[in-house]
C-alpha cells in the first residue's frame, strides 16, 4: 500500500534508496489531485523513530533533483514531504505489530460477505497476517496486502501513546512550549521546507 498505481512505485523505486541514505523509511507515495497534482510523499526515521520537519526537509532537497532528472510526472506538480502523523496510515509489514491495542480502519481490496470496511483494535500481527477485534468482538484477519486503506483512528488513548514515544511535536499548551523556530531568510520562492512547486 505504499504506493497504488505504477507511476506511484516509479517514483517509490527513485526515491527509496535516497531515503535509506538518509535513515528514514517511505511510507506512502500518493500523487493526487487534477491540473496542478501534488505529489505526497509520506516518510519517517527508520522502526518510527521520532521524525521532524529538518528530516523532511532534508529528505525533500535529496529527492527534488533526482526526480526533475528522471521526470516521472510530465505535468507540473507540487512535492509535499511529511511525516505520517499520528493518526498515520499503515502501508508496511510490521506497522499493525508497532501499534497493537490501538484502534484501526481498514479497508480490504476485495469484500468479505459484500464487506470491504472494518473498524476496531489491533490484536497481532504475525504470518497469518492483521487479526482486529470488531465492535461485535469478531475478529478480521487479513494480509497487508489483500488491503488497500489502512490507518490508525485518532484517539486519546493514541495520543497518550504517540506522546510517551516522543512521537507527538511540542503542543501550545505543553509546559515546555516555546515556539518553532521559522527561517525567514530564504527567497521567496523557496520558503517552505516541507514542500515546493516544481518545474
Known amino acids: 500500500m505504499i504506493a497504488l498505481t505504477q507511476q506511484e512505485k516509479t517514483i517509490l523505486s527513485l526515491i ?3 531515503a535509506e541514505g538518509l535513515g528514514m523509511e517511505i511510507v506512502r507515495v500518493r500523487l493526487m489531485g487534477g491540473r496542478r497534482p501534488t505529489l ?18 532534508d529528505l525533500s532537497h535529496a529527492i527534488s533533483p533526482v526526480l526533475e532528472a528522471a521526470d516521472p510526472i ?12 499520528i493518526d498515520r496510515p499503515l502501508t508496511r509489514e510490521g506497522d499493525f505489530g508497532r501499534w497493537v491495542g490501538h484502534l484501526a480502519k481498514v479497508e480490504l481490496a ?14 497481532r500481527e504475525d504470518e497469518n497476517g492483521v487479526a482486529i477485534e470488531l465492535d461485535d468482538e469478531s475478529e478480521l484477519v487479513a494480509q497487508v496486502h489483500e488491503m488497500s486503506k489502512a490507518s490508525l483512528v485518532l484517539t486519546d488513548e493514541l495520543i497518550e501513546a504517540a506522546k510517551a514515544s516522543g512521537g507527538l511535536p511540542p503542543q501550545p499548551d505543553d509546559e515546555n512550549f ?15 521546507e516541507e514542500s515546493g512547486d516544481t518545474r
Open 16 to 18: 527509496e534508496p535516497l
Open 40 to 57: 505526497q510523499i509520506m516518510a519517517e526515521k527508520k522502526g518510527g523513530a521520532p521524525t521532524n520537519v529538518e528530516d523532511c526537509a
Open 74 to 85: 510530465s505535468d507540473p506538480y507540487r512535492l509535499e514531504v511529511s511525516t505520517p502523523g
Open 110 to 123: 476485495m469484500p468479505i460477505n459484500g464487506r470491504r470496511r472494518f473498524q476496531g483494535v489491533i490484536q
Open 178 to 192: 516555546s515556539g518553532l523556530e521559522v527561517d525567514e531568510t530564504e527567497d521567496e520562492d523557496n520558503n517552505e
